[in-house]
């Protein structure tokens, strides 16, 4: 059987997978989002959501427990007037930026990069007596999701409550699509899935490359008759 390891430790991203019906683990990185980019220098949003994602990914396929499994790292950054917004952290940030938001709006990226940890023929060729055809490809391979979200117009009493929530502080461009932050989202034109972190769609196309059907990760037993 097939195992996918989802190295976040974001409970939407859990979720999601789960409701999509999809067995997976999680196992979570330690990277250091700031060191990475401080050492790539990379200032747009759409590659860093795809930097983030591959450090992710590779962290936790380079640890023992991800030995031969699939794993998949996401990181998403929203773009808003030009500029890179990851999670804000303080409510003093996500006041400035939400005022900034309202009425407006924004591109979120999700970057998605996938590692084929299970055994190759190369590696079999290097263990003797291997009994069983190795079905690993070495595939590390990304892509990049994308969404515009268009937000309602906000009163400064709306922000303050979401705020006081503590629901935007370690959210990717101070909101959620999936939570309370709902409410203030008019339309989104593109991958909803993107918005709430992890593309089902571009997962999909990335097993492709590891020749994994999503289906063979479907958990048909555990879904509601």
Known sequence: MTRLILASQSPARTKLLTEAGIRHHVLVSDVDEDAVQAKYGVTDAHDTALLLARAKAEAVAALPEAEGALVIGCDSVFEFDGESHGKPYTAEVARERMLRM????GVLHTGHWLVDCRDTAADADEEAGA???PEGTGATVGAVSSAEVHFARMSTNDIDAY???GEPLHCAGSFTIDGLGGAFIRKVDGDPHAVVGLSISTLR?????????ITELWDTDNQEK
Not at 102 to 105: D, F, M, R, T, Y
């Open 102 to 105: 309202s009425g407006s709006q």
């Open 131 to 133: 009994d069983e055809t």
């Open 163 to 165: 705020i006081a929530t």
């Open 205 to 213: 196309d990335l097993l492709v490359h590891a020749n994994v059907g």
